[in-house]
């Protein structure tokens, strides 16, 4: 059995690249995450063949920001695709319009909190008001489950915070970030190891380069597979 608390993230240059990774990854991967690297490469057929042809979960990673009507017009088409998981921004009236948008789909919004690629100095460069990170993350994390959204994205490090929030009992917490111990972070800031970020209170963990960076990328996946704390 696939256990679907990790998500690859096929962050490859093209359908040909991912659907090569996809078949060397096989029955150790059930969940896959599409993002815009692959939007121009095929991402949305690749969507689709990887959900009706090879039975996986798909997690259409587009943190859609935009006004409301055109969030809600873009969610109503990309559902059609029979999307797992969708990502918007955090913001409350983007998360609503997102709501409107999946009505009636089986897709769950996830909201993103605040990139776990940032740090402190990283937003004050963007005029993000003063505070600590964790603080800011909880809070937009509380006000977009307040507005809708099925599930947040967040660091490791703010998923236990997140999950003790009266908004996100029966929500999601899906967080990137993560690193096997011992791999290289490249630009993520704010990491842990898959079982901590689990263990932390995340629903599923999304990793990308320490699988499709790896010479054995079904290898890398098993092990972090077999890093997980048992499945409740
Ligand atoms: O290669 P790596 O494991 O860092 O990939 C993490 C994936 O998660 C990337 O596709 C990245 O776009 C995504 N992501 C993230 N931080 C967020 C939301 C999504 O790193 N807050």
């Known amino acids: 059995m696939t256990d679907d608390r990790l998500i690859v993230a096929l962050d490859v240059p093209n359908v040909i690249a991912g659907l090569d990774l996809v078949a060397r990854l096989g029955d150790a991967v059930g969940f896959y995450k599409i993002g815009l ?14 959900k009706h042809e ?9 943190k859609l920001f935009d006004i409301g009507a055109t969030v ?28 409107e948008g999946r009505a009636g789909s089986g897709t769950k919004i996830l909201a993103v909190t605040i990139l776990t690629s940032l740090d402190r100095a990283d937003l004050d460069a963007n005029l993000i008001r003063a505070g600590d990170i964790a603080g800011i993350v909880v809070e937009r994390a509380a006000r977009a489950l307040a507005a809708g959204a099925d599930g947040v994205i967040a660091s490791p490090h703010e998923a236990a915070l997140i999950r003790a929030l009266p908004e996100a009992q029966r929500k999601l917490i899906v967080t990137p970030g993560v690193r096997p111990a011992g791999s290289a972070p490249g630009d993520q800031k704010r990491i ?12 599923h963990i999304v990793v990308g380069r320490p699988i499709w960076g790896d010479n054995d990328p079904r290898g890398a996946a098993l092990a972090i597979r077999k890093s997980l704390p048992p499945l409740a």
Do not use: C, I, N, W
């Open 37 to 50: 690297g692959m939007l121009t490469g095929g991402g949305l057929a690749l969507a689709s063949e990887l």
């Open 192 to 203: 842990a190891t898959p079982a901590e970020a689990l263990l932390a209170g995340a629903d």
């Open 72 to 99: 809600e017009a873009g969610v109503r088409g990309l559902v059609q695709y029979d999307l797992d998981f969708l990502t918007v921004h955090g913001d409350p009236q983007v998360v609503r319009a997102a709501a």
């Open 54 to 62: 090879h039975g996986k979960r798909v997690f259409l990673d587009m």
